[in-house]
C-alpha cells in the first residue's frame, strides 16, 4: 500500500464536504481541450468483474479509445481482462500498441501521466477513493451507480471533480439508452401531459443489511484484504467475491458493509429518473418516513408536496392529476392512452441528447462539455437511496436538508451519513 492513502484523513474531510452544498458545481465548463483531439483517448479499469467486462467490452469496440491498463484484486479477472484487451489490438503497429499493464493497485494506473481517463466499476465500496485520487491526478472519470456507499463520500466526489475540473460520468445508463422510455417519460412529466405530479412511486427491491456470512479460505490469486479497502474486516465469502471469472453480479450488493440493497442497485437507476423527472438533480427530499402499520413501503416527501413511495408495479409510475405514467426498461405506457400519442413539439421541454452513456462520456472528454449525467447528479440519486436505507434502520420519521445535506436536530441519523474507514485506506 503506498504512503498517498494516508497523507489525510478521509472522515474528516468527508463531514467538512458535506457542510457547504454548492448547486451542481461541476456544471461549470471545464475548458480544457485536449491537446491531440484527433489521437485515441487512453483509459484504464479500475474494477473489471461482470460489469467492469461489459464496459471494457463496449469501449473496446471504439475506434477512438485505447485501452492500456486494467485492475483486478482477483488475478484471474485481471489476466482476463488483459487478454481480451491484447486480443483486440494484437494486430496493430507496436508504435500504436505496446501491451495492456495488469495489476491489483488501482494506484499503478490514476498515476500514469499516459493515461487520460478510467472507469470504475469496483463494488460501491470502493468508489470514493479511486474516484477521489483519480479527480486529484486529473484523470477523467467514469464510474457505476450506486455512485457512494455513503452520503458523505458523495459530497467529497463532487466536491473533487470540481476543482480538478474533469469530466464524469455516472452510469446511471437509463438517461441515455433502453429504446428513449425513460427520456420519453421525464419529457411527458416535465411537459406536464400528466397534469401536477401527486405521487411517485419506485418498483425496487428492499434495504441492505448486516453481512452475516461465514469465514471461508481465501483463494489463490485474490486479494481479499484489498477487495474489503475501507470497509470492516471480515474473513472471505465467494459471495462477496466470486472466485475467477464470475457471469453473474455479487451478494455484496445486499450487504451494509458495502453497499444498499435492492433499494440502491436498482434504486439508483430509477429514483434517478425520478428526481430528473421533478427537476430536482440538485436537491431531494425533505422528509423520509418509514413505513407504517399497512403501508407497503418507505414514503419520501418534497418540499412541493409530491410523495415518492419505494415499491410499485413497475419500475417508475407517475401519478398526476390529469393522468398516469408507468415505465420500465421493456415498455412505457400510459392512463390515458392519448398521452404517449401526441407528440413532443420543438418548443416544449426536451432533455439532454444523449442515446449512447459510454459514448456521451467519450464525446465530451473530447469536448470538455458536460456529461449527461456529472458527478452531482450521481450523488444526489445515490443520495436518494442512502436516505431510505437509514429510514429503513431507525424506522422513524426523518427530516432531511437538502441543502445543508444534513437531518435536522438527529445527531443518531446524521452519524450514518458517513463512515470511518479502516486506518489504512483513509486518505
Request: aromatic fraction near 8%.
Amino acid at each position: 500500500m503506498s504512503g498517498s492513502l494516508s497523507r489525510r484523513t478521509f472522515l474528516g474531510s468527508l463531514t467538512a464536504g458535506a457542510m457547504a452544498v454548492p448547486l451542481l458545481p461541476e456544471l461549470q465548463a471545464a475548458e480544457q481541450p485536449r491537446k491531440s483531439p484527433s489521437e485515441r483517448i487512453t483509459l484504464g479499469f479500475i474494477g473489471v468483474g461482470t460489469m467492469g467486462r461489459g464496459h471494457l467490452g463496449g469501449f473496446l469496440s471504439m475506434p477512438d479509445v485505447q485501452v492500456v491498463a486494467v485492475c483486478d484484486v482477483v488475478a484471474e479477472r485481471r489476466n482476463d481482462a488483459k487478454k481480451m484487451v491484447e486480443m483486440r489490438y494484437g494486430k496493430e503497429k507496436k508504435s500504436e500498441f505496446k501491451g495492456c499493464l495488469a495489476t491489483n493497485n488501482f494506484e499503478d494506473i490514476i498515476k500514469r501521466k499516459d493515461i487520460d481517463a478510467v472507469v470504475i466499476a469496483t463494488p460501491d465500496h470502493w468508489h470514493a477513493i479511486p474516484c477521489i485520487l483519480a479527480a486529484r491526478e486529473g484523470k477523467d472519470i467514469y464510474c457505476e451507480k450506486p455512485l457512494t456507499h455513503n452520503i458523505a463520500e458523495g459530497r467529497r466526489i463532487v466536491t473533487e471533480v470540481a476543482r480538478a475540473k474533469i469530466i464524469f460520468q455516472t452510469g446511471s445508463q437509463q438517461r441515455s439508452e433502453f429504446g428513449n422510455r425513460f427520456r420519453l417519460a421525464v419529457e411527458l412529466v416535465r411537459n406536464g401531459r400528466i397534469g401536477k405530479i401527486k405521487t411517485i412511486r419506485i418498483g425496487v427491491g428492499g434495504p441492505n443489511v448486516p453481512c452475516n456470512l461465514p469465514e471461508q479460505a481465501i483463494p489463490e490469486g485474490t486479494d481479499w484484504d484489498r477487495w474489503l479497502g475501507p470497509a470492516p474486516k471480515r474473513g472471505y465469502h465467494e459471495e462477496l467475491c466470486p472466485k475467477g471469472v464470475h457471469h453473474h453480479f455479487p451478494a455484496w450488493r445486499r450487504y451494509r458493509e458495502y453497499a444498499g440493497g435492492g433499494l440502491a442497485d436498482m434504486g439508483a437507476h430509477h429514483f434517478d429518473i425520478a428526481q430528473w423527472a421533478l427537476d430536482m438533480d440538485g436537491s431531494g427530499p425533505v422528509e423520509i418516513i418509514p413505513p407504517q402499520k399497512g403501508d407497503t413501503g418507505l414514503k419520501y416527501v418534497y418540499a412541493n408536496g409530491v410523495e415518492m413511495f419505494h415499491g410499485g408495479e413497475a419500475d417508475c409510475v407517475f401519478v398526476g392529476t390529469e393522468g398516469t405514467i408507468r415505465v420500465s426498461r421493456g415498455k412505457i405506457e400510459s392512463d390515458p392512452a392519448e398521452i404517449l400519442k401526441t407528440p413532443i413539439g420543438a418548443k416544449e421541454f426536451h432533455v439532454y441528447p444523449s442515446s449512447n452513456h459510454r459514448k456521451n462520456w467519450i464525446e465530451c472528454v473530447r469536448s470538455r462539455k458536460q456529461t449527461i449525467c456529472p458527478a452531482e447528479v450521481g450523488h444526489r440519486s445515490a443520495t436518494i437511496c442512502h436516505l431510505g436505507n437509514i429510514g429503513y434502520q431507525l424506522r422513524r420519521t426523518l427530516k432531511w436538508d437538502p441543502v445543508k445535506e444534513q437531518f435536522v436536530d438527529d445527531a443518531a441519523a446524521n452519524k450514518l451519513t458517513t463512515r470511518e474507514p479502516r486506518p489504512m485506506w483513509k486518505i
